[in-house]
């Protein structure tokens, strides 16, 4: 491996974010900028690109920094209005919806792991506007915990050597968590700034959805890593936290946003565009009595699995001022129900889109395409049937989930 390339180029500058300050004002700014979002994100999807004015005024709206505990100047707003923000999001674009996911989760490790000192300063960066995104997973291993990056003592602080992949806001991000083993197979999570000699990124994500994540490869190679900078991830699994729900919670809340996005317009492609079938009688595709029932169907799947993750974050609210065993296990089994829901109305309501709106729907020009592609490539984090398994294990045999990032 080798890091002598030089880094994709994105006009990082300097951030200047507003601090949202409850929750009610956080939901009200993820509409404002939702609305923004949408306009441009089928063309943005086609070209693959995204101008970085649009993830500035994102970040700059404050919604990246409203986990921050209020300790530490942030709104520290509840899990449920979290997962409400992201769908919103989501719904408009749900490639700008999952870039600052793993920097919620991120967010998240530094509140588990971080001492008083490196919360002040981390916590400070997130409200003054800074991205951070994940270099946390590989692509080469024998499965997802399969990390062969390694971290080892150098000198007052560290060096990290490995490939990365799936590094989801890569391009965007001012800083980036690197995740290593060290030298007793401990989980280390290491936090540096994007222009840090010995780290590369690579805008290789070509994947058929969520195609402007910048979800491609970081390279690090001799990356030095000061003390101040290293935060003992492997603790968060040691005992119970809820880091795992956590994540998961924002995963399912994107699914959701998509499923919300593909009914919206298949509803408006049925009222303005589609045609009746013949044997139905009517005048209008909205007055045919099969896509009638098809509608109402994935409007009540959708409204459910909206209602799952809301009652999820509701779980996890409820826990969090003292996680232990049994009730981080019901987070993860709530987050398990919500996104089993999540994925499947997801993949769902995109592909009937085409199904009743006809084939005039499939043309180019609307791009509704993107809805499936991102619903089929999103909904792949990790393998929904487990969850099928956790929650029956669960009710059954009162098996609490494993501890790790994907339950």
Same mark, same amino acid.
């Given at each position: 491996?080798?890091?002598?390339? $030089? ?46 004015? #649009? ?57 588990? /792991?971080?001492?008083?000192? /490196? ?25 997802? /915990? ?5 971290? #080892? !003592? ?139 029932? /098809? ?23 409820? !826990?969090?001022? !003292? ?12 987050? $398990? ?71």
């Amino acid at each position: 491996m080798s890091t002598s390339t $030089a880094s994709a180029h994105y006009d990082i500058r300097q951030p200047d974010a507003h601090v949202i300050r409850d929750d009610a004002e956080a939901i009200a700014v993820a509409h404002r900028i939702a609305a923004l979002l949408r306009d441009g994100a089928a063309e943005r999807d086609r070209r693959r690109e995204v101008p970085a004015d #649009v993830v500035d005024a994102f970040s700059n709206s404050g919604l990246w920094g409203i986990t921050v505990p209020k300790a530490y100047g942030g709104a520290e707003v509840s899990f449920a209005t979290l997962a409400e923000v992201i769908a919103i999001i989501s719904a408009a674009d749900p490639s700008l919806g999952q870039i600052p996911q793993n920097h919620y989760c991120l967010l998240e490790d530094i509140r588990l /792991q971080g001492s008083d000192e /490196q919360k002040r300063f981390f916590f400070n960066l997130v409200l003054q506007g800074h991205r951070f995104a994940n270099a946390l997973s590989e692509t080469g291993g024998k499965n997802v /915990q399969d990390i062969r990056t390694r971290i #080892v !003592a150098e000198g007052d602080g560290y060096r990290i050597d490995g490939r990365k992949g799936y590094c989801t806001g890569s391009l965007y991000a001012h800083w980036l968590g690197v995740l290593a083993l060290d030298e007793q197979d401990r989980a280390q999570l290491a936090f540096v700034p994007r222009n840090t000699p010995g780290l590369v990124i690579v805008d290789d994500w070509d994947n058929i959805g969520q195609r402007t994540t910048s979800s491609g490869t970081v390279l690090v190679e001799g990356l030095f890593v000061p003390a101040f900078n290293l935060f003992p991830s492997y603790r968060s699994y040691e005992s119970p936290t809820l880091a795992g729900p956590f994540a998961q919670l924002t995963t399912a809340a994107i699914d959701a946003g998509i499923g919300r996005a593909a009914l919206v317009d298949a509803i408006a492609f049925i009222r303005e565009q589609a045609r009746p079938w013949i044997d139905a009688g009517v005048e209008k595709a909205s007055e045919d009595p099969l896509t009638i029932v /098809q509608i109402g169907a994935l409007e009540i799947r959708q409204e459910a699995a909206e209602a799952l993750l809301e009652r999820a974050g509701w779980v996890l609210d409820r !826990a969090k001022p !003292a996680p232990d065993e049994d009730n981080v296990a019901q987070a993860s089994v709530a987050v $398990a129900k919500a996104k089993v829901l999540t994925t499947e109305v997801a993949i769902e309501a995109s592909n009937r889109l085409f199904e009743l709106g006809g084939t005039r729907s499939t043309q180019v020009r609307h791009n509704f395409d993107r809805h499936w592609r991102n619903a089929r490539v999103h909904t792949l984090h990790d393998p929904v049937r487990w969850k099928y398994h956790l929650v029956g294990n669960w009710a059954l045999n009162g098996i609490k989930p494993p501890r790790h990032d994907w339950n």
